[in-house]
């Protein structure tokens, strides 16, 4: 709420600009246009107190048709990486939802990196050649899984959603079920009051499960091989800032184990 409103003059509506909770990402079609856009955050936030970090600023270019080019703040040079995580697009609707289509728009994006506890969580992927799959991937906090399953159902039908991934769903148990309009909800839970995380997919997929691997009431994944391609999907839900340390550290073993064993 609070960078909302600093943000207000200068901000466009997503995929433009993509604001999360301690990162900001900028897209746009051209080496100036991206420059220029810097140049507004950065007076928009300098002129209210805030700061943008020249060292945790980088920038990557997609399907790129120029020459060799550089992105410049202030004058200084600003770092371009090759892979981010995945080249998507996100968007957020009023339902809280985020998703995300494989694919880009634009050339230009700049992004902020960051760290927990200490561990960097930007992983750089490997580069493959090989089949890609257009898949639409969303993710929300439900709150609670208990009336809202017939809800999502129609939010993915509506939004063409293939694969959704749940946060504090309140199950408890290790199981699947139908939620209505031909999904089905994957799910893990100890406690009926809190945590809970589960995936939702799409009638056709369901049959493409290779395995489900339920570690916490945290972090779960699923592995499916949709027409030759294997997918890992990872559903996390992290601690709160009010967590115990131990809650924290013990999340991010937890989703460091089940990303390595995606890529073993």
């Known amino acids: 709420m609070v960078m909302d409103q600093l943000s207000e003059e200068v901000r466009q509506e997503s995929p433009w600009t993509m604001m999360f909770a301690d990162d900001l990402v900028i897209c746009s079609e051209s080496r100036e246009q991206v420059e220029e856009n810097l140049e507004r955050w950065r007076f928009a936030l300098e002129r209210r107190?805030?700061?943008v970090s020249r060292s945790k600023t980088e920038y990557m270019c997609v399907n790129e048709r120029e020459g060799s080019g550089t992105v410049k703040l202030q004058g200084e040079e600003v770092k371009k990486i090759d892979t981010l995580i995945s080249h998507n697009i996100v968007s957020t609707d009023r339902h809280g939802?985020?998703?995300?289509?494989?694919?880009?728009?634009?050339?230009?994006?700049?992004?902020?990196?960051?760290?927990?506890?200490?561990?960097?969580?930007?992983?750089?992927?490997?580069?493959?050649?090989?089949?890609?799959?257009?898949?639409?991937?969303?993710?929300?906090?439900?709150?609670?899984?208990?009336?809202?399953?017939?809800?999502?159902?129609?939010?993915?039908?509506?939004r063409k959603v293939?694969?959704?991934?749940?946060?504090?769903?309140?199950?408890?148990?290790?199981?699947a079920r139908r939620i209505g309009a031909g999904f089905k909800l994957f799910y893990y839970g100890v406690d009926s009051k809190r945590n809970g995380v589960g995936v939702v997919l799409k009638e056709e997929f369901v049959r493409n499960v290779l395995e489900v691997k339920r570690v916490s009431d945290r972090v779960m994944s699923l592995k499916l091989e949709i027409e030759g391609v294997m997918l890992n999907v990872v559903s996390g839900y992290a601690p709160q800032v009010g967590c115990e340390l131990e809650e924290k550290e013990r999340f991010w073993s937890e989703l460091d184990e089940v990303i390595e064993y995606s890529h073993g």
């Open 49 to 51: 107190g805030m700061k």
């Open 97 to 158: 939802l985020t998703t995300t289509a494989i694919g880009a728009v634009g050339n230009w994006a700049t992004v902020g990196r960051r760290s927990r506890g200490g561990r960097r969580v930007h992983r750089q992927r490997e580069k493959r050649k090989g089949k890609s799959v257009g898949l639409r991937i969303g993710t929300p906090n439900v709150g609670t899984m208990t009336g809202k399953g017939r809800e999502l159902a129609d939010m993915m039908e509506r």
């Open 162 to 175: 293939d694969i959704l991934c749940v946060q504090e769903t309140r199950w408890k148990g290790s199981k």
